[in-house]
């Protein structure tokens, strides 16, 4: 049994675990909140997986749809949203079958038109997603003005 509480203090009882990890004192792990709390690791990776997505895409949304407001500044957060997609995926490379899973596409879609049209005020958006995940991926890559 640990002596400090997970509910209580979640920081303290990490290092608690770890210490009782590390001592091999595995009797007195607390087993079922160690399970969550690497679950939940998975959990926030695939968020920020999504996020990055999102962020990219609603990014590519207001490109292709407002080319009249374009910035330098536009394109240079589609690369570094790119930038960091890779960057996660090479660091979790289990994560890339991700990209290609219809459901979780449809997700990032429905944020990343929430967030393009928070940003624009434009409603007209398509419904699915117009372009492959290697385009939106693609470091040279930008969507057709009006298309």
Excluded at 10 to 33: G, M, P, S, T, Y
Excluded at 75 to 104: D, G, T
Excluded at 114 to 130: G, L, S, V
């Amino acid at each position: 049994m640990t002596t400090v509480n997970y509910e209580t203090d979640v920081v303290a009882w990490a290092n608690e675990q770890a210490w009782l990890i590390r001592n091999k004192k595995f009797e007195l792990l607390d087993i079922e909140h160690i399970a969550e709390e690497i679950e939940d690791v998975g959990k926030s990776e695939q968020r920020e997986l999504a996020s990055h997505m999102a962020m990219l895409i609603a990014h590519l949304l207001k490109w292709q749809f407002q080319p009249e407001h374009r910035r330098a500044g536009w394109e240079r957060a589609i690369k570094e949203q790119r930038k960091a997609l890779e960057f996660h995926i090479k660091q979790v490379p289990s994560l890339k079958s991700k990209l290609f899973n219809s459901e979780w596409q449809g997700a990032v879609w429905a944020d990343a038109v929430t967030i393009a049209i928070k940003e624009t005020a434009i409603e007209n958006f398509p419904e699915t997603c117009p372009w492959t995940v290697e385009n939106i991926l693609s470091q040279n890559w930008l969507p057709i003005s009006g298309v």
